[in-house]
């Protein structure tokens, strides 16, 4: 999808969202439910929610329609909870999230503002390069490996976290492709309760997401795999793997 027309469905979806947002926040008829999903997501009403979008694999300045449908889904849940929305391009952006909730969408290949947070942030996360070999394109968490077989078994990786010189987290969605991209924000929406109940923290965790089969169902086969937050956020100083992530994300 090319960037013209990517401005175009978020500015129609920001306009339409904007209207209805504070009738939908005020309006709400489960408070507690909306409070709830916002410190899973760590927005903040009133604030902002800022998007951060990769490019297309195979086209830069360009983005695939699985991230499109991504973003404004992210919109819609930054709208419910009373959070104005920015979206920029991964290349434009020079600065920190600041006091802005922000959505960092896609691999380190695709959003250059992921690899720089997952070389700050992550140190225990890295990935292998595309290649003939099996473990070609794996996410590797500490001793683990999350691997990657086109269209059959993928993985996602999420993380929560604040840096340092921000007052609001950065959450990071990267999956093997777009669709496990998506797959992620549609497992998210359903599954934050149970989620918030089984991670330690809310404030930072990283967790890995499984997509099966993706080619047969879609972006809606993801399930929770592990909690890596320990392993994610440990130092471990060894040798960095290099990042390869062709395959879409």
Not at 5 to 19: E, P
Not at 45 to 71: A, E, F, R
Not at 100 to 126: K, M, Q, W, Y
Request: hydrophobic letters at 40%; proline letters at 4%.
């Amino acid at each position: 999808m090319s960037g013209v027309l990517l401005n175009i469905l978020i500015g129609l979806a920001t306009s339409v969202l904007t209207g209805g947002s504070v009738w939908i926040w005020q309006r709400a008829t489960n408070v507690h439910t909306v409070r709830r999903r916002a410190a899973f997501f760590g927005f903040a009403p009133g604030g902002t929610c800022l998007i951060v979008m990769n490019n297309h694999w195979q086209k830069t300045g360009s983005t695939s329609h699985y991230d499109v449908q991504s973003i404004i889904e992210i919109a819609i849940l930054a709208h419910e909870t009373g959070c104005a929305i920015s979206v920029l391009p991964a290349d434009e952006l020079r600065e920190s999230n600041d006091d802005r909730t922000e959505f960092c969408i896609g691999g380190p290949t695709s959003n250059p503002r992921t690899a720089a947070h997952v070389d700050s942030h992550l140190p225990g996360v890295r990935s292998r390069p595309m290649s003939a070999k099996r473990d070609s394109g794996a996410i590797l968490v500490g001793g683990k490996q999350f691997l990657f077989d086109r269209g059959r078994l993928e993985h996602v990786l999420v993380a929560k976290f604040t840096p340092q010189q921000s007052s609001r987290p950065v959450v990071l969605i990267w999956g093997h492709r777009a669709i496990d991209n998506r797959a992620a924000i549609y497992f998210l929406q359903r599954e934050y309760r149970s989620l918030s109940k089984h991670i330690d923290s809310l404030d930072r965790f990283c967790i890995v997401l499984r997509v099966n089969s993706s080619s047969t169902y879609g972006y809606q086969a993801a399930e929770f795999v592990a909690d890596v937050t320990n392993a994610a956020f440990a130092d471990h100083r060894r040798p960095s793997v290099a990042m390869g992530n062709s395959s879409g994300s």
